[in-house]
């Protein structure tokens, strides 16, 4: 079956712009995942959507980082203002929400450039 | 806090010799441990889990509570491993994962 899909695969955007960064979950997948991943290293918790809810949105880093899940299905990661900082491949994950921690299916990221 | 370490960043063996992948951790509760592998031009996937206690391609890790650390284990490396390899922990009643920075695996032939 569709794996998780992301778009689009790279953004090159200017410094002070707004980007938007859309995540399409595996069908039936209730959690989702944001994640980002500075060059050299791991990925970098963002935040979990249960539904259409954050259920946790510890690891934005500001207010200039927002997510929403209107449908309890695609995602849309939003940063306003963007600095150079915030160059990095964004990752996307889902998983069921079995009661345990579930296995996580990642889409193949967003490499967002800001010049 | 949560925090996943792997101290080395390359790791470089021959075909057919044992490889070792150091994880360590640091976490007050009870974690669950996993790894996760990105072949080249692939996407991020689980590899093993510590709960599984299963072999994947060969590979097995231990959590070893005293010493904090979950280790990955293969006695013969093929080259076909050569890849990152991430180690992650998420803590008890969480969802999320917190990333170790990732050792590339390299087998020569």
């Known amino acids: 079956g569709a794996g998780v899909s992301q778009t689009p695969s790279n953004k090159v955007t200017e410094k002070g712009k707004y980007v938007e960064l859309r995540c399409d979950p595996i069908?039936?997948?209730?959690?989702l995942y944001w994640y980002r991943q500075s060059l050299g290293q791991g990925p970098e918790f963002l935040i979990y959507f249960q539904g259409t809810g954050a259920a946790d949105d510890s690891g934005l880093p500001n207010d200039r980082f927002f997510a929403v899940r209107p449908e309890g299905s695609v995602s849309t990661l939003k940063i306003q203002r963007t600095e150079r900082g915030d160059s990095a491949v964004y990752l996307c994950?889902?998983?069921?929400?079995?009661?345990?921690?579930?296995?996580?299916?990642f889409g193949p990221g967003t490499r967002l450039t800001v010049l | 806090a949560q925090r996943v370490t792997q101290p080395e960043k390359l790791l470089s063996v021959f075909k057919g010799a044992p490889v070792e992948l150091k994880c360590n951790y640091s976490y007050s509760g009870s974690p669950e441990l996993f790894w996760y592998v990105q072949y080249s031009r692939q996407r991020l996937q689980l590899l093993l889990r510590h709960i599984s206690r299963e072999s994947i391609k060969g590979f097995t890790a231990d959590l070893n509570k005293g010493e904090t650390s979950f280790h990955l284990k293969k006695p013969f490396a093929q080259e076909e491993d050569s890849a990152m390899y991430y180690c992650a922990l998420s803590g008890w009643g969480a969802q999320k994962l917190v990333f170790g920075q990732g050792t590339r695996l390299t087998i020569n032939p």
């Open positions: 994950a889902s998983s069921l929400n079995s009661g345990g921690v579930d296995e996580q299916f």
């Open positions: 069908s039936g997948h209730t959690a």
